[in-house]
């Protein structure tokens, strides 16, 4: 098949337009490695602008990790992170399956009060006394409970679970299945894209915790990981005073970077598929 030149010209648009979007998501994420695992001496011959090191020194990482606060508060987060996404799921989908039936009682009540709360919330004072009326200040529940069910999530997984048929829901109750045996022996194995998806969205809103934890932990061995890191980059705003004997500032600020998000790169390849597949199914329907 011949192309016309309006064809190759749309597609070397398009291939432009997309080289360079590529760049500039990549460009930082070099920059932010690069300057890493580049000795700091190297950065200021530089004027601070490295994007393939010519020598490669780890010293920025070994001291972020050497830090007492930082092995702490990764088991924090990763606390959170776990727990917080399994009470999510659990807590999303008890909710959401039964929004889904057309018969439930009540049910376009339900529907506007949990839409309503996308565009207003209970604001942060209110939110702080009812944290602190439950005893949840200065635990790490705190961090958790309080965002148990996001609106947005919630919605996405019920229109989900309308587009599942129906005719199998019918099928089990005809055998004497109850609704939680359902759910959990069959309409929850047909959602893995769903709540892959979702997981995702717990998952890093749980990893990159920070606003609920200056908020409500007072003590600092309970603080995640983000908030070690921005106390980090905080005093390392102030420059070194010996380029050669002192831990450059901008490298590690960089390395605390790349440690806090590594773990999110390393697992989104895995998901991918059933994120982008959830995101499909669960949009298509109002």
Same mark, same amino acid.
């Given at each position: 098949?011949?192309?016309?030149?309006?064809?190759?010209?749309?597609?070397?648009?398009?291939?432009?337009?997309?080289?360079?979007?590529?760049?500039?998501?990549?460009?930082?994420?070099?920059?932010? +490695?690069?300057?890493?695992?580049?000795?700091?001496?190297?950065?200021?011959?530089?004027?601070?602008?490295?994007?393939?090191?010519?020598?490669?020194?780890?010293?920025?990482?070994?001291?972020?990790?050497?830090?007492?606060?930082?092995?702490?508060?990764?088991?924090?987060?990763?606390?959170?992170?776990?727990?917080?996404?399994?009470?999510?799921?659990?807590?999303?989908?008890?909710?959401?399956?039964?929004?889904?039936?057309?018969?439930?009682?009540?049910?376009?009540?339900?529907?506007?009060?949990?839409?309503?709360?996308?565009?207003?919330?209970?604001?942060?004072?209110?939110?702080?006394?009812?944290?602190?009326?439950?005893?949840?200040?200065?635990?790490?529940?705190?961090?958790?409970?309080?965002?148990?069910?996001?609106?947005?999530?919630?919605?996405?997984?019920?229109?989900?679970?309308?587009?599942?048929?129906?005719e199998v829901d019918e099928a089990a109750r005809i055998d004497g299945a109850g609704e939680l045996r359902i759910l959990a022996t069959i309409v929850l194995p047909l959602s893995m894209p769903v709540i892959a998806t979702v997981g995702l969205f717990y998952a890093v809103g749980?990893?990159?915790?920070?606003?609920?934890?200056?908020?409500?932990?007072?003590?600092?061995?309970?603080? !995640?990981?983000?908030?070690?890191?921005?106390?980090?980059?905080?005093?390392?705003?102030?420059?070194?005073?010996?380029?050669?004997? +002192?831990? !450059?500032?901008?490298?590690?600020?960089?390395?605390?970077?790349?440690?806090?998000?590594?773990?999110?790169? +390393?697992?989104?390849?895995?998901?991918?598929?059933?994120?982008?597949?959830?995101?499909?199914?669960?949009? +298509?329907?109002?």
């Amino acid at each position: 098949m011949v192309r016309s030149w309006n064809d190759r010209l749309f597609n070397a648009l398009n291939y432009t337009i997309l080289a360079v979007i590529v760049i500039a998501v990549v460009f930082p994420l070099l920059y932010v +490695v690069a300057v890493s695992l580049t000795p700091y001496s190297e950065v200021l011959k530089n004027g601070g602008f490295v994007i393939i090191p010519h020598s490669i020194t780890f010293d920025s990482y070994t001291a972020f990790l050497n830090d007492s606060l930082i092995p702490r508060s990764f088991g924090i987060t990763v606390f959170i992170t776990l727990a917080g996404t399994a009470i999510n799921l659990v807590l999303t989908a008890l909710m959401a399956y039964p929004l889904s039936k057309s018969y439930l009682p009540g049910r376009t009540l339900l529907l506007f009060l949990i839409a309503f709360t996308l565009l207003f919330n209970g604001g942060v004072v209110p939110t702080y006394l009812l944290v602190k009326m439950t005893g949840l200040i200065n635990s790490v529940w705190a961090m958790i409970l309080p965002s148990a069910v996001w609106s947005f999530n919630l919605l996405i997984m019920k229109t989900f679970f309308e587009g599942l048929p129906k005719e199998v829901d019918e099928a089990a109750r005809i055998d004497g299945a109850g609704e939680l045996r359902i759910l959990a022996t069959i309409v929850l194995p047909l959602s893995m894209p769903v709540i892959a998806t979702v997981g995702l969205f717990y998952a890093v809103g749980h990893w990159n915790e920070f606003f609920q934890a200056i908020m409500y932990i007072n003590d600092s061995d309970k603080f !995640p990981l983000q908030v070690i890191l921005r106390n980090i980059l905080a005093s390392a705003m102030m420059p070194p005073m010996d380029a050669e004997d +002192v831990l !450059p500032s901008e490298s590690l600020q960089m390395s605390a970077v790349v440690i806090s998000a590594l773990p999110i790169v +390393v697992v989104y390849p895995f998901v991918q598929r059933y994120f982008t597949q959830g995101m499909l199914l669960g949009s +298509v329907k109002g």
